[in-house]
């Protein structure tokens, strides 16, 4: 056999490796060029009503999750989802927000294997999504429809008076304070509303501000419950109402209520830029100019004074400034800032992204035992951003006189009033409100007449401290607990009496924030 050349041996080879290119199908990188068909949202899904049971509470105030879901198809596969979200929020203009604004839109581009999105909602909230995706080509789908979720308002948005479960709402009309249930201003053009029925209940009329919706008789012949809902053509303004209108002892009890927002304009495929991570619930962030500027801003100082207010303004509050200071290649064009708020008696929470040009904000933590806390970041005007500051938060005290000690009266040393505590006769003091504390900060006073007294919050002993010294005065002392308690502050006298001044609260602050609603 005649041997074949090396030459000849790779010119087969070229000529199979070409062959087989010609069978081979066609890649996904290969439709970055060739590609031409576009990609099809074919399913999408949003629970409609959120009932009770999905609220959650987030230590201040009620909220859900729900999943916005969908899926896709595509000839050489999805590169990537955008979904567009649309916030009405439970109070003020942006209630039934008819058009686009910046509070209440925002647009996120996800991977093409994502199928899911939680979006918190907070209480009397409504929130509308929708979909597109896009293949390597760049081929984009069609918008998907919008779907919209409800959540249900909960007791602390009512005023009056209400069960102590939450979601639930009784009236009578027999002289008490709670013939009425009455939501915080919204806009909407109807409510939904679930009734418990039976032969014990009675009627109610149903209005937004002035305008009278309908009537509901919640009489039936055996308990059970029902949906009524009431819807208008165009927007309301004001008050959800439900009021009683039995003569009799028979009660009406609201188990469930939802605002109808108006979702007009929602069609709009305007959606302004998409917003850098953290930027999506901000009000008034320019949009980024096209730039080859790469380069992230630095916060380079962020302070939060005082960390521990003593004495109020002239308008009766405590203040804190927060201030900082950024650099970077080019120039800061502005500030992206969240904060937490905890009142005394509830953990902090989230608020929303905001956007400023200052460098300095003032807070207010009014109230006995308030916390605010604060984070900032820098933005520059092609939409790079320095990473978050770590958080900065000013506490107002609990102060003797501020009511809350159940005491009522308290001794004077060099001016100044004290709690007081004993052994014999056996006294203690704690406060009249109940609060949340993970650590306190307190003012003891100190001397030879002085002995040992233990601080609790509620149940919990957060420990003991020694007021005992040789000469008169007093200290700042901070108790530690490896979790959070609730309960009212309670001061027990152990060996000697024993007096504490202003009290701190430290909340829990390792609960991360989230950096946007997605």
Known sequence: ???????????????????????APITAASATTTDTTA??????????????SDMKWRGAFWSATPAYTWSSSDNVGVASHEVQTWIGSGTGSRLGTSTWSSIAKYAKTYSGTRRSLHTEIGEGE?????????????????????RCTYAPFGEETVDGAWDPTAFSFKLRNTGAANDRVSTLKVKATGVRIKVATGPSRGAARVSIGSTHLGTISAAAKKPGSKY????????????????????????FLVTGLWAIRSTTGLSSATVGYLATSGESEADNVPAPVTSSD?????????????????????????RAVATW????????????????????????????????????????????????????????????????????????????????????????????????????????????????AKALRLKVRTGPTR?????????????????????NGSRWVVLRHDREARGRIRVVAVTKKAYVGSVYLMKDTATAVRRDIG
């Open 1 to 23: 056999m005649t041997p074949i050349s090396r030459r000849r041996l790779r010119l087969c080879a070229a000529t199979a490796v070409a062959m087989l290119a010609t069978l």
């Open 39 to 52: 990609p099809k949202i074919t399913a999408t899904s949003y629970k409609q009503w959120l009932s009770p």
């Open 126 to 146: 409504q929130a509308c999504q929708r979909v597109r995706a896009t293949d390597a080509a760049g081929n984009r789908s069609s918008w998907s429809g919008w």
């Open 228 to 251: 009524v809902t009431f819807r208008k053509p165009s927007s309301l303004s004001g008050w959800i109402q439900v009021r009683t209108t039995s003569k009799s002892s028979k009660s």
């Open 294 to 318: 790469k380069t992230s801003p630095r916060i380079t100082r962020f302070g939060f004074t005082p960390v521990w207010p003593t004495k109020r303004a002239q308008n009766g509050m405590y």
């Open 325 to 436: 200071a950024a650099t970077d290649n080019v120039k800061v064009t502005g500030y992206l800032y969240q904060e937490k708020y905890a009142s005394g008696g509830t953990s902090l929470f989230a608020n929303s992204t905001r956007y400023t040009t200052s460098t300095s904000l003032t807070e207010r933590p009014d109230y006995l035992g308030d916390t605010t806390c604060l984070r900032v970041r820098a933005r520059d005007a092609a939409g790079n951003v320095s990473p978050w500051s770590g958080w900065k938060c000013s506490t107002a005290p609990i102060t003797v006189l501020g009511g809350n000690w159940a005491s009522g009266g308290f001794p004077e040393i060099a001016g100044e009033p004290w709690v007081y505590a004993a052994v014999s006769p056996r006294t203690s003091d704690q406060t009249t409100d109940r609060y949340a």
């Open 451 to 471: 002995g040992k007294v233990s601080i609790y919050v509620g149940g919990v002993r957060f420990g003991t401290i020694n007021t005992y010294a040789r000469t």
